[in-house]
């Protein structure tokens, strides 16, 4: 059974910094891009990154960059989403996705192509 589970989430304040992990069983990880959706109460989901097979590419939202960094863990079979200075406007539940189109290049950035998705993890940023 191919599942992608998310962990990692909790509360944080804000300037502060959380790891989401997204563990894969039932299908090799790093031979399909994968990608970190989110999306807060009343607001549209958004792309924040996504990684293509094989470590080839990487992109971020341009509200992420420079503070996100999506990474794989080949051995753990998981894609990690380190999150530093975190902002009020970064909570929300966060999805990790993957391909179903296995060694692209590249990374889709919408989420109807990606196939699989996780129950989601949830991110509060606060005071």
């Known amino acids: 059974q191919l599942r992608l589970v998310e962990s990692g989430g909790g509360l944080v304040q804000p300037g502060g910094s959380l790891k989401l992990s997204c563990a894969a069983s039932g299908f090799t990880l790093d031979d399909y891009a994968v990608g970190w959706f989110r999306q807060a109460p009343g607001k549209e989901r958004e792309g924040v990154s996504c990684?293509?097979?094989?470590?080839?590419?990487?992109n971020y939202a341009d509200s992420v960059k420079g503070r996100f960094t999506i990474s794989r863990d080949n051995a753990k079979n998981t894609v990690y989403l380190q999150m530093n200075s975190l902002e009020i406007g970064d909570a929300a539940v966060y999805y990790c996705?993957?391909?179903?189109?296995?060694?692209?290049?590249?990374?889709?950035?919408?989420?109807?192509?990606?196939?699989?998705w996780g129950q989601g993890t949830q991110v509060t940023v606060s005071s």
């Open positions: 990684i293509s097979s094989r470590r080839g590419r990487m």
């Open positions: 996705v993957a391909d179903s189109r296995p060694f692209s290049t590249t990374c889709p950035w919408t989420a109807r192509e990606y196939m699989f």
